[in-house]
C-alpha cells in the first residue's frame, strides 16, 4: 500500500467513531451467529445465514474499505463532504440488504425487489466515485487494485437482479440455472474481485515484506481473466451449457493461479506467524480447493439440477471457509491500524486480537471442512456448533482488543507518535522494538500454539464422536447399500421425472434396463407439506419444501428398488415407489425382498430435531406403569382459570418439535403448540372472537382446526410448510368443551404425536365452583426411544398407553386437590384419535353432567337421580360436577379398564 500523503488521510479512517462504518459488520455478523444458532427455529436458515454473512458483513465491508484501500493506493487526501457522501452509500446498501431479508422471509419479491434496487444504486455510486478518484489521482504503482473495485461494484447489480428474479421464481425448472449465476456474480465478481484485487498489496503488507517484483503485472494480467471468466459462467448458464459455466470456473481458476504467483512468493519470503495472515490464507485455500471439486461437479453434471444440488453442497464452503476467514483476518489486522494512537496501542490490540489463534483456526477449518462431508447429521450439527463457536469468539476479542488500544493510548499520552492522529501499522511483534521476545520464549510461544491447535483438533475429534454415539447406526448409513447387485454398467444413463403431490409419487414405478445409471428427478408439487424420497440403498433425496426439486442420483440398478417418502406417516398413506430393472439376473429380486425386512434404512423416517428418528433414536420405548417420575417432575397445570372479561381473544400458536418424557423413564419426540401436550387451553363465552395466528417452526407441515369455530376449512385449515404462518380467526357461537388438532394428513398421526387442545365456551350462567379442572385424554403410540409415534400402531388401532394430558399416570404422582364438602367441576376432553373413554371418579357420583353443548342431569333439578360415568368418543367433551363426603384420594380413570391400567389414571386428593 501506498504511504499516507502529508495533506489528509482516507475517509474511511478519518474522525475516530464512525457509527455507520464502525457497527453494521458487527451487527450483521451478530445477526449471522444468531441466524446459526437458532437455524432450526427460522425460515429459511441456509439463505438466511449465507446472506446475512455475504450480503450484509461482507459486502458492507467492501463498501468501506475498497474505498479506504482506493484513497490510500492512489495518494488522495480526504475531501470536504467525502463522510457525508459515504455515509450515505453505506445507509443506501445496508437498509437494502435489510430490505431484502424482510421480503424473502415473508415471501414478497416485490419487497425483495426493491431491497435490491437499494443495493444497485449503492454499488453503481461507489463504482463511480472510485472512478473519479482514478481520474483525480496521479500514476500510482498499485492504481490496478482500484480497477478490481469498479469492475466488482458494476457486476453487484447484475447479482441483485439475479437474486430477484430467483426469489420471483416457483421453482419450476430453470431456476437451478439462474442460481448458479447468481453465485457466480456475487461471489466470484462481487466478492472475488474485491478480495483478489485487495490482497496484492495488503497481503505482503499482513505477512510485513515486500511486495515482490511482477506482482503489478500479475495483478494488471489477472483482472481481464477474471472478469471474462465471471461473464462466462454467467453467459453459459443462462444459455444452458453446464461445460460452459465448468469452462468459465476453470478461466476464473486460471486468474487465480496468476495471482498466486506473486501471494506464494510473498509468503515464502515471510511465512504467515499471525492469526490474520493464517485466516486469509486459509480463506483463500478454501476459494481455490472449492472452485476446482466444484468445476469438475459441473462439468460431470447430466442435468442442471444436479449442477445446482453440487453447487449447495459447496456452498458453505464459499460463505463460511472462503468469505467469512478472509473477512475475520482482514478485520484482525485492520482494527488495530483503524484504532489509532502509535505503535503501542496497535501492539496492544493486536496480541489480543491473537488469543487462541490456534484453536480458533483448526477448530474452524476441521470443523467445517466435516460439516460438509457425508457425515450423519448428528456429528454435522456438533461440528457446525463448533465453527460458530470459532467465529464468535471473535465478537468480544474485538471489544477487549478496543479496550486494550484505548489503555495503551492513555499510558503513550504526550509521548511523540502517539496523538489521536497517528494511525501505525502493527509491528512485527507484541513487543516493542529492542524488547523482541528471546530464542527461547518464541520457542515457548511455538509449543503454546501447537498445544492450542492440538486442543482444536481433540475438541474436532470429540464433536465427531459425541455426534457417532448420539446415532451411531447413522455410521453404517455413511456408505448405500449397492442398487448393482453385481451387474455390469451399461454406461448408459436413465432419467426420469417423479412429482410428489398428494400423497402419492406419479409415477409410482419406474422401469429402467439393468446396468443403466438411474437418475431421478424429484419435485415436490404439494402445495402445503415437505416431502422426500428414500430408496432401500440408502439414497435420500433430503427433505423437499413445497415446490422445491431435487435429484437422487440412484447409481448402476441391477436389482428392484423400493423407496417411499419418509416424513411421518406419508408411507403409511400411499407415497410408497418402485424401481423394476428390466432384465435383470434371476435371483436378484433377493434384493427386493430385505429392503422390505429393512424398510427404514438411510432414511429420515419422519427427522426430528437433531436428527432423532425411529430408526436412530435407539431400542423401543418401554413403559413400565409402576416406576416413579424422577426428581424434578413437574405434572401438567390441570387446575383451570376461569374466563376472563375479554370479548377479543389474540394468542400466537408455535409448532414446534420437543423431545420429552411422557411416561417414567420414556422419551419422545412430540409436535405441539407452544411446546406443550396438550397444547394451551382457550376459554370464553358465548359470542367472544378468538385470533389465532399461527407459527410453524417444525420440519414438516401442520395445521389447526378449530372445532369451536364453523367456517370453510379450505383457508385457516391448510397446511402450512415449515416456516410459514396464518392467521385463524373464529367465533364461538356456541357452548362447550372443543377439540383443536392439526388436521394435516396422516391425521391420525399428527393427533396421536401431540398436536391437539381444548377450547371451552362456557354455558350461560355457569354457576362458580371451589375447583376447576381440565382433563384431555389422548393415547401414546410409541415409537423408538426419543423417536416420533409410530404410524403402524396408530392403524392398527394399538396404543401403548391412554393418557390424561399428555403424561401416563401423572396426578397419581401429583394428585389434584380439593376439601371435604367443596364442589369440583371436571372438564373432561376426549382427543383420541381412536379410543372412547367412560369418565369415572371412584367413590365419588356426579350430580351434575354436561356433554356436547346441553345438561345432562343438573343438581337441583326434579329427581334424585346421579351419574357415574361420562361417555365420549373422540372429539367429544363435557364436564361433570360432584362434591367429595369424605377425606381421602379417590382415583379418576377411564373405565374402559384396560386403559385405566395403561395410564388413564389420576388422584384427586380430599382434605378435611
Not at 413 to 431: L, V
Not at 437 to 464: C, F, I, M, N, T
Not at 612 to 639: I, N, Q, W
Request: glycine share 10%.
Amino acid at each position: 500500500m501506498g504511504r499516507r500523503p502529508a495533506t489528509g488521510e482516507p475517509a474511511a479512517a478519518k474522525g475516530g467513531f464512525w457509527p455507520l462504518r464502525d457497527l453494521p459488520t458487527v451487527v450483521w455478523l451478530l445477526a449471522a451467529l444468531a441466524a446459526a444458532v437458532l437455524h432450526a427455529s427460522l425460515p429459511a436458515p441456509r439463505w438466511l445465514l449465507i446472506h446475512l454473512l455475504l450480503l450484509g458483513a461482507v459486502s458492507h465491508s467492501i463498501l468501506v474499505w475498497s474505498r479506504y484501500f482506493s484513497d490510500a493506493l492512489l495518494h488522495l487526501p480526504a475531501r470536504p463532504g467525502d463522510r457525508r457522501r459515504q455515509s450515505s452509500r453505506l445507509a443506501l446498501l445496508n437498509g437494502g440488504a435489510v430490505v431484502v431479508v424482510v421480503g424473502v422471509l415473508i415471501a414478497q419479491w416485490v419487497i425483495t425487489a426493491v431491497g435490491a434496487t437499494a443495493i444497485a444504486a449503492a454499488a453503481l455510486w461507489h463504482g463511480t466515485v472510485l472512478l473519479v478518484q482514478l481520474r483525480r489521482a496521479l500514476k500510482a504503482r498499485f492504481a490496478m487494485t482500484v480497477h478490481y473495485y469498479v469492475v466488482a461494484a458494476a457486476l453487484l447489480p447484475v447479482g441483485a437482479s439475479l437474486g430477484t428474479v430467483v426469489t420471483a421464481g416457483d421453482g419450476s425448472s430453470g431456476d437451478e440455472r439462474l442460481v448458479l449465476a447468481h453465485v457466480a456474480v456475487n461471489v466470484l465478481g462481487w466478492l472475488g474481485l474485491t478480495v483478489l484485487g485487495t490482497l496484492v498489496t495488503l497481503w505482503p503488507t499482513m505477512l510485513r515484506t515486500r511486495v515482490v517484483p511482477g506482482a503489478e503485472r500479475a495483478a494488471t494480467t489477472a483482472l481481464p481473466v477474471l472478469a471474462a471468466a465471471v461473464v462466462v459462467v454467467v453467459a453459459t448458464t443462462l444459455a444452458g451449457s453446464l461445460l460452459g459455466a465448468a469452462a468459465g470456473l476453470a478461466l476464473y481458476l486460471g486468474g487465480v493461479g496468476v495471482l498466486a504467483v506473486p501471494f506464494v512468493q510473498c509468503a515464502r519470503a515471510k511465512p504467515p506467524s499471525s492469526f490474520a495472515t493464517w485466516s486469509v490464507l486459509a480463506g483463500l485455500t478454501w476459494l481455490v480447493v472449492t472452485l476446482a471439486l466444484l468445476t469438475g461437479a459441473i462439468a460431470t453434471a447430466p442435468t442442471w439440477q444436479q449442477a445446482h444440488d453440487r453447487l449447495t453442497l459447496v456452498t458453505p464452503a464459499l460463505a463460511v471457509g472462503f468469505a467469512a476467514q478472509v473477512l475475520y483476518g482482514a478485520m484482525s489486522y485492520l482494527m488495530p491500524v483503524v484504532l489509532r494512537g502509535g505503535p503501542s496501542a496497535v501492539r496492544a490490540a493486536t496480541a489480543v486480537l491473537e488469543r487462541g489463534a490456534p484453536l480458533r483456526l483448526t477448530v474452524v477449518n476441521l470443523g467445517l471442512l466435516v460439516a460438509v462431508l457425508p457425515v450423519p447429521p448428528a456429528v454435522k450439527s456438533l461440528a457446525g456448533l463448533l465453527v460458530v463457536a470459532g467465529f464468535a469468539a471473535f465478537l468480544p476479542l474485538m471489544a477487549l482488543a478496543a479496550k486494550a488500544s484505548r489503555r495503551a493510548k492513555a499510558a503513550a499520552s504526550g509521548k511523540p507518535g502517539s496523538g489521536p492522529g497517528s494511525i501505525t501499522r502493527p509491528s512485527p511483534g507484541p513487543t516493542p522494538r529492542g524488547s523482541r521476545p528471546s530464542a527461547e520464549a518464541a520457542q515457548q510461544a511455538r509449543k503454546q500454539g501447537s498445544g492450542l491447535a492440538v486442543a482444536g483438533l481433540a475438541l474436532v475429534l470429540v464433536a465427531v464422536a459425541a455426534g457417532v454415539s448420539f446415532d451411531p447406526s447413522a455410521v453404517g448409513r455413511a456408505g448405500t447399500t449397492a442398487a448393482s447387485a453385481g451387474v455390469a454398467p451399461t454406461g448408459q444413463t436413465t432419467t426420469v421425472a417423479v412429482t410428489a403431490d398428494n400423497m402419492r409419487f406419479t409415477p409410482a414405478r419406474v422401469e429402467v434396463p439393468a446396468g443403466n445409471r438411474l437418475v431421478i428427478m424429484l419435485h415436490n408439487a404439494d402445495p402445503e407439506t415437505v416431502h422426500d424420497l428414500v430408496l432401500d440403498t440408502g439414497a435420500d433425496s433430503g427433505r423437499l419444501d413445497p415446490g422445491a426439486r431435487a435429484s437422487l442420483d440412484v447409481g448402476v440398478v441391477g436389482r428392484d428398488l423400493q423407496g417411499w417418502c419418509s416424513v411421518v406417516g406419508h408411507r403409511q398413506m400411499g407415497m410408497v415407489f418402485e424401481v423394476v430393472a428390466v432384465g435383470a439376473p434371476a435371483g436378484n429380486e433377493a434384493g427386493h425382498a430385505a429392503a422390505d425386512a429393512a424398510p427404514a434404512m438411510g432414511s429420515h423416517a419422519g427427522a426430528q430435531p437433531d436428527g432423532v428418528t425411529p430408526e436412530t433414536a435407539g431400542a423401543p420405548a418401554r413403559l413400565d406403569f409402576s416406576r416413579m417420575p424422577g426428581a424434578g417432575f413437574a405434572a401438567h397445570p390441570a387446575r383451570l382459570p376461569a374466563a376472563s372479561s375479554k370479548r377479543i381473544h389474540r394468542q400466537t400458536f408455535t409448532i414446534s418439535e420437543v423431545v420429552r418424557e411422557v411416561a417414567p423413564g420414556v422419551v419422545q419426540t412430540l409436535w405441539t403448540y407452544n411446546g406443550s401436550v396438550p397444547g394451551p387451553t382457550l376459554r370464553g363465552k358465548v359470542g367472544d372472537v378468538f385470533e389465532i395466528t399461527l407459527v410453524n417452526r417444525a420440519t414438516m407441515g401442520h395445521s389447526i382446526d378449530f372445532h369451536a369455530g364453523a367456517l370453510a376449512p379450505d383457508g385457516p385449515m391448510r397446511t402450512i410448510p415449515p416456516g410459514g404462518s396464518l392467521v385463524y380467526t373464529f367465533t364461538a357461537a356456541r357452548a362447550g368443551i372443543w377439540m383443536y388438532h392439526c388436521s394435516s394428513m396422516p391425521m391420525s398421526a399428527h393427533i396421536a404425536n401431540g398436536l391437539f387442545g381444548a377450547v371451552i365456551i362456557d354455558p350461560p350462567a355457569l354457576a362458580p365452583v371451589a375447583h376447576e379442572y381440565l382433563l384431555v385424554q389422548s393415547e401414546l403410540y410409541l415409537g423408538a426411544d426419543g423417536g416420533p409415534v409410530d404410524v403402524d400402531k396408530v392403524n392398527a388401532e394399538r396404543p401403548d398407553a391412554v393418557v390424561f394430558n399428555g403424561y401416563a399416570n401423572q396426578y397419581d404422582h401429583q394428585p389434584l386437590t380439593a376439601r371435604v364438602g367443596e364442589r369440583v367441576r371436571i372438564w373432561v376432553l376426549d382427543v383420541g384419535p381412536n379410543r372412547p373413554t367412560s369418565f369415572h371418579v371412584v367413590g365419588g357420583q356426579f350430580d351434575t353432567v354436561y356433554a356436547e353443548g346441553a345438561y345432562r342431569l343438573r343438581m337441583g333439578q326434579e329427581g334424585q337421580g346421579g351419574s357415574q360415568a361420562l361417555s365420549l368418543a373422540p372429539a367429544q367433551g363435557g364436564f361433570v360436577e360432584l362434591a367429595l363426603p369424605e377425606a381421602g384420594h379417590y382415583p379418576f380413570i377411564s373405565h374402559l379398564m384396560v386403559d385405566a391400567e395403561r395410564g388413564a389414571h389420576g388422584v384427586l386428593a380430599v382434605s378435611p
